[in-house]
């Protein structure tokens, strides 16, 4: 009978190790996806395309706060064109795991979730070069197009109806789009904005920086430009603070209509831009009527929003939601200001496994991606990329910003 006993013993093990595996694998993605997605949405602050200016044309002087409030004012509504992105915030290679990554934020848990979905799909921006069409009809109608090898992912705004679909697996995503957005009797989502709200183009990237113009930056106009044939002035984005990340942000702004084409950041660390987005080609023509209809391909599989989100997991991250907002500011604390500010929370958790606890691939991923730090806050780790970075400490804490990992350990030694 010892045969089968060990026999049993040797599958229970193995199914433990998978269990284990698995678990590990959701503690990996539970503090890695953040810090990836913060690196997406701290390209807010900039992404720069790799496209030589043509030419400097001879346009009329303007103040830097003039040319501020031409981009306040701007208000296209009508546009279509090709976007070119570079990313290279200073992320390990995924391989593999990044796959998993995405899909376990499509499904948001363990039911399966479709490759149309743009919140997986849209992390694909977070790395690489990639080409998009973009087009727009007010309000109400927007379609983005990211191209790809071979394929073509589409992500369709029409009316109340949100369609995502990947030609490459013949996949479709359907939602419906959030009316909150119309409420107050203006223009809703910009020209080319996602349903998740991913900045992709120059214009939303420029909103977004300016947020951050304060006492603690500042702002020139440098010269002029021409962007995909158009006349534009360059609008010049520098922290005063030395421990800031970025370096610089450079904003071409249509001399005509105010609109930003081209939006670059270069990290303080010097070398290449950290993201690149600019505008290869712009009309401001009204785009036709048919460039926003969509139908189901025969055979495709089509994946209904609220089919995607498992509703368990809806209705938790929903009261977990409310309760965040009941909380309100108490659960984030910033220290310091300007571009040296750190946002302060905490997970309630422990902290970040090391990956030799995690082992595997992802513990590898771990390793490369983090540093291990100590202080009067004990011990914790840096999660880096080139604009962003993160401290995670052992008792659940989280330090984060566009400043360096010397600026995030002072953070976490005052908090003390």
Same mark, same amino acid.
């Given at each position: 009978?010892?045969?089968?006993?060990?026999?049993?013993?040797?599958?229970?093990?193995?199914?433990?190790?998978? %269990?284990?595996?698995?678990?590990?694998?959701?503690? =990996?993605?539970?503090?890695? !996806?953040?810090?990836?997605?913060?690196?997406?949405?701290? =390209?807010?602050?900039?992404?720069?395309?790799?496209?030589?200016?043509?030419?400097?044309?001879?346009? &009329? #002087?303007?103040?830097?706060?003039?040319?501020?409030?031409?981009?306040?004012?701007?208000?296209?509504?009508?546009?279509?064109?090709?976007? +070119?992105?570079?990313?290279?915030?200073?992320?390990?290679?995924?391989?593999?795991?990044?796959?998993?990554?995405?899909?376990?934020?499509?499904?948001?848990?363990?039911? #399966?979730?479709?490759?149309?979905?743009?919140? @997986?799909?849209?992390?694909?921006?977070?790395?690489?070069?990639?080409?998009?069409?973009?087009?727009?009809?007010?309000?109400?109608?927007?379609?983005?197009?990211?191209?790809?090898?071979?394929?073509?992912?589409?992500?369709?705004?029409?009316?109340? %109806?949100?369609?995502?679909?990947?030609? @490459?697996?013949?996949?479709?995503?359907?939602?419906?789009?959030?009316?909150?957005?119309?409420?107050?009797?203006?223009?809703?989502?910009?020209?080319?904005?996602?349903?998740?709200?991913?900045?992709?183009?120059?214009?939303?990237?420029?909103?977004?920086?300016?947020?951050?113009?304060?006492?603690?930056?500042?702002?020139?106009?440098?010269?002029?430009?021409? !962007?995909?044939?158009?006349?534009?002035?360059?609008?010049?984005?520098? &922290?005063?603070?030395?421990?800031?990340?970025?370096?610089?942000?450079?904003? @071409?702004?249509?001399?005509?209509?105010?609109?930003?084409?081209?939006?670059?950041?270069?990290?303080?660390?010097?070398? =290449?831009?950290?993201?690149?987005?600019?505008?290869?080609?712009?009309?401001?023509?009204?785009? %036709?009527?048919?460039?926003?209809?969509?139908?189901?391909? +025969?055979?495709?599989?089509?994946?209904?929003?609220?089919?995607?989100? &498992?509703?368990?997991?809806?209705?938790?991250?929903?009261?977990?939601?409310?309760?965040?907002?009941?909380?309100?500011?108490?659960?984030? #604390?910033?220290?310091?200001?300007?571009?040296?500010?750190? =946002?302060?929370?905490?997970?309630?958790?422990?902290?970040?496994?090391?990956?030799?606890?995690?082992?595997?691939?992802?513990?590898?991923?771990?390793?490369?991606?983090?540093?291990?730090?100590?202080?009067?806050?004990?011990?914790?780790?840096?999660?880096?990329?080139?604009?962003?970075?993160?401290?995670?400490?052992?008792?659940?804490?989280?330090?984060?910003?566009?400043?360096?990992? %010397?600026?995030?350990?002072?953070?976490?030694?005052?908090?003390?």
């Amino acid at each position: 009978m010892a045969p089968y006993a060990s026999d049993d013993n040797t599958t229970a093990a193995r199914d433990a190790q998978d %269990d284990e595996a698995r678990g590990a694998r959701r503690r =990996a993605a539970r503090y890695v !996806v953040p810090v990836a997605v913060t690196g997406v949405a701290a =390209a807010t602050i900039g992404l720069v395309p790799a496209l030589a200016d043509s030419g400097s044309p001879d346009l &009329p #002087e303007i103040s830097a706060q003039q040319l501020i409030q031409k981009i306040a004012e701007s208000d296209v509504q009508q546009l279509s064109g090709t976007v +070119k992105i570079t990313a290279d915030l200073g992320l390990p290679d995924l391989g593999g795991l990044g796959g998993g990554l995405a899909s376990g934020m499509a499904g948001q848990g363990d039911g #399966e979730g479709s490759s149309a979905d743009p919140s @997986a799909k849209l992390t694909e921006l977070v790395s690489g070069t990639h080409t998009l069409r973009v087009a727009a009809d007010g309000p109400d109608r927007q379609k983005l197009s990211l191209l790809e090898d071979a394929a073509e992912y589409s992500l369709i705004h029409n009316g109340d %109806d949100v369609w995502g679909y990947d030609s @490459a697996s013949n996949e479709v995503f359907h939602g419906t789009a959030d009316d909150s957005a119309h409420a107050d009797g203006k223009a809703g989502k910009g020209a080319g904005e996602t349903a998740d709200e991913v900045p992709v183009t120059p214009k939303e990237m420029t909103e977004e920086a300016l947020k951050a113009v304060d006492d603690t930056t500042s702002v020139t106009v440098d010269g002029t430009a021409q !962007v995909a044939g158009r006349d534009a002035y360059k609008l010049l984005i520098k &922290p005063k603070q030395s421990s800031s990340t970025v370096g610089a942000i450079s904003v @071409a702004v249509d001399a005509k209509t105010g609109m930003p084409l081209k939006f670059t950041l270069t990290p303080a660390s010097g070398g =290449a831009a950290v993201v690149d987005a600019g505008f290869t080609q712009v009309s401001f023509a009204k785009p %036709d009527a048919s460039t926003f209809d969509f139908t189901p391909p +025969k055979g495709a599989k089509v994946t209904e929003e609220d089919e995607a989100v &498992p509703e368990e997991h809806a209705r938790g991250a929903e009261e977990g939601f409310a309760k965040g907002l009941e909380k309100g500011p108490e659960g984030l #604390e910033v220290i310091g200001e300007g571009w040296n500010a750190v =946002a302060v929370f905490d997970t309630g958790g422990e902290g970040v496994p090391s990956g030799a606890e995690v082992g595997g691939d992802v513990g590898g991923f771990l390793d490369s991606l983090g540093d291990q730090v100590k202080g009067d806050f004990g011990t914790g780790t840096v999660f880096k990329t080139r604009l962003v970075n993160a401290l995670v400490t052992d008792d659940g804490k989280v330090y984060v910003g566009a400043v360096t990992k %010397d600026a995030l350990v002072k953070a976490a030694e005052s908090a003390q």
